[in-house]
């Protein structure tokens, strides 16, 4: 499984990013995709999830009632919604696919099995 996550760039606070993640490859309705973030200095943090079956969705504390995970299934991509942005979500944003991941995993990193390059969100006060 191939993963190329695009749509980073440079914002304002209070301003919003759309993150695309493509998936190529064996995939299957199984899958969980992820979102995770890693600013300097700091643990990969994790951001949210999503089942491609069931769409069921799964936020990060910090981004609850700001950022939306969607899948288009046509398109086989994952999208990272995120609105209200603020200073602290600036960091190397990447996506993840794993096909056993259970719910109450799906915020750990060791349980993904592929990694997209990440892309930069930087944002400005």
């Known amino acids: 499984v191939q993963l190329q996550a695009s749509g980073g760039g440079l914002v304002q606070a209070g301003g919003s990013l759309r993150l695309s993640c493509p998936a190529s490859?064996?995939?299957?309705?199984?899958?969980?995709m992820g979102w995770f973030r890693q600013a300097p200095g700091k643990e990969r943090e994790f951001v949210a999830a999503?089942?491609?079956?069931?769409?069921?969705?799964r936020y990060g504390d910090s981004v609850k009632g700001r950022f939306t995970i969607s899948r288009d299934n046509a398109k086989n991509t994952v999208t990272l919604t995120m609105n209200n942005l603020k200073p602290e979500d600036t960091a190397v944003y990447y996506c993840?696919?794993?096909?056993?991941?259970?719910?109450?995993?799906?915020?750990?990193?060791?349980?993904?099995?592929?990694w997209g390059q990440g892309t930069q969100v930087t944002v400005s006060s």
């Open positions: 993840a696919a794993g096909n056993r991941i259970i719910t109450s995993t799906q915020a750990m990193a060791s349980q993904y099995d592929y």
């Open positions: 490859g064996r995939t299957s309705s199984n899958y969980v």
């Open positions: 999503i089942r491609w079956s069931s769409q069921i969705t």
